[in-house]
């Protein structure tokens, strides 16, 4: 041994050699020794690399690759990392798709590479990569994929070769450490006095750390191949020598380095994909950030609940072959691509560069184009208005006017251009809904900033990844929200909407109140300073995150011209305008208020729980404005029928007034919105239908609602048989009644016809339960819920791969979103929704969707509520109904067997188990979506001899 930097052991020279056999998931044919001349050596020195490369496998299936694929491990890991993309690239060859060669490389000093005897800072390994490529006389296009220490290499040698350079992928990895950040803390332990030496050569500690950050955590197989090239200290010395390299003080030798690749990445134009694991805690989203503002360009895709060893959390191979189709394309042009050796190809592949997910800016004139206003163009129309804008009814009911609104927001829309808020910087709203939330949300808009709005009813844990996948500038908060973020450290600088005491606003990080801001932004104003220009609608203006029913919650971007899209789908659907009052059960449709010209305001209810807004609420509510249009969960729908009791003749009078009365978010049946519109008799009622990425998108009114229920009634007559010579109704055969699936898809909830700017289609689903049907308004058909509108939204935040799945290719230049949801047209054009794609069951005799079979065992007098769900493998898939009884259970159990057979009677298809629950789970937001994956996991553990517990 001897003595590298930081006192660091560093092993003597040995040779290459290959991995042992029988490491899961490594095929010994790709693997391959070469012996490479260091650049820049006294004398040619050579060492010898391990690399793993498919090219012999390639040249065996007689196929010519594309491009290669260089890819470069981190630290303490070796090529062992990319034996899922070897694998996949050459399954994919296989079966006709474009073929790829990948290489994987073993670090000199790391794997099974060579140990060199030296200390081999950034430079040195940047170099060393471009001998290895020269010697394997490597030619383009290459696309560069690295993971950790190896994605700062990677991108050291794209830089170096932008004449090969088709491409780049990244795991988590980073580029830049910014001066006065600390390094994360795993690596201040590492590089700790006394300890880097002892963690990282000495003992596998920091190996073994490493290995622990996966999730679900690896095998014991899986583990035994990490560690087959690190059993010794002596071949351990490369981890520790990585360690050693981080480039903590300016003076570190490294550090010119890492900052020349830093601002040569800026250059480079090539497509780039990164792949995300966001529960890293070495490299955290904050190093995600600093990469995309290097590269624009980049398409980014996180991948929720992966850590930094993304490579075995998730299917980054599938990912990154998707991403190379689409961002690649070959054409036959002169020039040849790199084979394993005996083969060569006389094609070349053409790259374009896709461009960023948020469009580019067009000018104020674009607004007329649009056929829409901005958001705030009702602030400037009525700005000397003294009538009510909006109302808060928390602590006490408070009218807030046209005048004083516009000016609040502008006040503090200039404010925050004095505290150095950008266009383009996100602002996340942790503000109930209220007066200082609506002035807080336009002065953002106004002034180009992105409001980030994940609202409290995703839950703490929902709140925090949504919070943290945003990644905020600013934070702006009620005191809950900012204890919240302090002690979950959320990102963002902290703006408090109300004052603290000192030591206090310290402690949480508040650096300005809207007091404060207020107060700046008028002092701006009267000194004569304009407002930045207005964005263009094609400009970013919202994050808003759906509700996490169906996995975690997903941040979806609008442009302005798409939010002002929605509040003309109000207006041309409801009428929703100058004069109306709006009442608004669930927030985001109260803040659209300002943009409609409307007076609104929010009920007094706990918005992380609809189920506590009462009838006398609402009326009073209706009274604070004269409301002509109420919106409510379907959640809060049930208590407010239930509380209407307490009902005043007062209450009853302003109910009275309503014009149209609307409720969605989730399936509501007839006599639930007959009882509620009861309470407003000379109110429409609606049930909208639509989620998050598109607001409105469809339309149904109670009488719609029973015209179709009528319609199907028909359809369904019993038929009648002569006896005696008359003709009667046969007697019902409940045994034998039909099953809810292709050929008879009359089941679901009718949500109605689209509205007046959407188009619904519809994708058939094949026998696995896929859409891949053409876009249909064929009826009876069912498959997936296809629409296109200009309210839809633009993109998923920094889910590149969810992004792609949404779409559907349709009329060239038109915008099509797969809804997730699944369902039909019938014959009058009305959407009947059957449940969500995810919940599909797929039995050895078909597919069957779930609401069918929901609606017709709720119809027994002892079931309260039901969800139909799937155990066991697609295409064999049991089905299994799980009640809620009345009186509700206290505990989970099997349902009697005079239950469970009426049961089956209802469903007519085989049920495999009934089973009974105290509580369906839902989701928080709307407290009514039941969450069908979960239970299906949760009687797959029932049924296999799991416990009975809650599910």
Known sequence: MRVGPRRLPVAISDPAALPPAGLPGLNPVWSRLTEVTESGSAGGVTHGWHLL?????????????????????????????????????????????????????????????????????????????????????????????????????????????????????????????????????????????????????????????????????????????????????????????????????????????????????????????????????????????????????????????????????????????????????????????????????????????????????????????????????????????????????????????????????????????????????????????????????????????????????????????????????????????????????????????????????????????LAELISLGQARLSAGDALPAEPAPSDAAAVLFTSGSTGPAKGVVYTHGQLSAVSRALFLQYGVGVGTGLVAGFAPFALLGPALGARSVTPDMDVTAPKTLTASAVASAVAAIDATVVFLSPAALVNVVATAAALTPADHAALAGVQHFLSAGAPISESLLAQAAALMPEATAHTPYGMTEGLLMADITLDGIRAAAASVAQSEAVPAVARDGESVPAPPNTANLPALDTANPAGGVCVGGSTATTRIRISALDASGASVGDLSEEPDVTGEIVVSAPHVKDHYD?????????????????????????????????????????????????????????????????????????VGPLGTQQQVAVLETVPPARRAHRAPEALAAAVRSMVGTPVAAVLVVPGLPTDIRHNSKIDRSRLSRWATGILSGGRWVKP
């Not at 992105?450 to 703490?460: I, K, W």
């Not at 599909?840 to 969800?867: F, K, N």
């Open 53 to 513: 490369d498919n090219g012999p496998e390639l040249d065996a299936l007689g196929v010519i690759p594309v491009g290669t694929i260089l890819c470069v491990h981190g630290n303490p890991t070796w090529s062992y990392l990319w034996r899922g993309l070897l694998a996949s690239a050459t399954e994919a060859a296989a079966s006709g798709a474009p073929a790829w060669r990948v290489i994987a490389v073993d670090q000199l000093d790391m794997g099974f590479s060579a140990r060199t005897g030296r200390f081999r800072p950034l430079a040195r390994r940047v170099q060393d990569l471009g001998d290895l490529t020269d010697a394997l006389e490597l030619t383009g296009p290459v696309i560069t994929f690295g993971h950790d220490w190896g994605g700062v290499v990677s991108l050291g040698w794209a830089v170096d070769h932008p004449e090969l350079l088709a491409g780049v992928m990244l795991l988590n990895t980073a580029v830049h450490q910014p001066a006065g950040d600390p390094i994360p803390a795993p690596l201040r332990l590492a590089l700790g006095r006394g300890i880097l030496g002892p963690a990282t050569v000495a003992t596998p500690a920091f190996l073994a750390t490493t290995l622990a950050l996966a999730h679900p955590p690896l095998s014991a197989a899986v583990k035994r191949g990490y560690r087959a090239p690190y059993r010794t200290s002596a071949r351990r010395g490369g981890i520790g020598g990585f360690v050693a390299d981080i480039p903590v003080a300016p003076e570190h030798e490294s550090r010119a380095e890492l900052d020349r690749i830093a601002e040569g990445v800026r250059l480079l134009a090539s497509p780039t994909l990164l792949l995300w694991g966001p529960r890293d805690p070495i490299f955290s989203d904050r190093y995600l950030d600093d990469l995309v503002e290097r590269m624009p360009h980049a398409r980014v895709h996180r991948f929720e609940g992966a850590g930094h060893l993304l490579a075995e959390d998730a299917d980054y191979a599938a990912a990154a072959l998707l991403w190379l189709g689409d961002a690649v394309v070959s054409a036959p042009l002169e020039g040849s691509v790199s084979g394993s050796g005996s083969a060569s190809a006389s094609v070349s592949v053409s790259v374009s560069v896709e461009p960023s997910e948020t469009p580019v800016s067009g000018g104020l004139a674009a607004w007329a184009a649009a056929g829409t206003h901005p958001l705030w163009h009702y602030l400037n129309e009525l700005q000397a208005s003294d009538d009510t804008a909006l109302v808060d009814m928390q602590p006490a009911p408070r009218a807030v006017s046209w005048r004083l609104l516009s000016l609040r927001v502008r006040q503090i829309a200039a404010g925050l251009v004095h505290i150095g808020v950008k266009p383009g910087d996100r602002v996340s709203l942790l503000v109930p809904p209220s007066a200082d939330l609506t002035a807080v949300l336009y002065a953002c808009v106004r002034i180009g900033a992105v409001v980030v709005v994940a609202d409290a009813g995703l839950g703490l844990a929902g709140l925090t990844r949504a919070v943290r996948g945003a990644r905020p500038d600013f934070v702006v908060g009620a005191a809950p929200g900012l204890l919240a973020a302090r002690a979950l450290g959320w990102p963002g600088r902290k703006i408090s909407v109300a004052g603290f005491p000192g030591p206090m606003a310290r402690l949480i990080g508040v650096e300005h109140t």
């Open 798 to 870: 920094r889910l590149w791969l969810t992004e792609r799945g949404s779409r559907r290719g349709g009329i060239p230049g038109e915008r099509w979103h797969r809804t997730g949801d699944v369902g039909h047209l019938d014959s009058a054009g009305r959407l009947w929704v059957e449940g969500r794609m995810p919940h599909v069951i797929v039995t050895a005799d078909g597919v069957v969707t779930p609401v069918g079979p929901e609606q017709r065992i709720e119809t027994l007098l002892d079931v309260s509520r039901a969800a139909f769900v799937g």
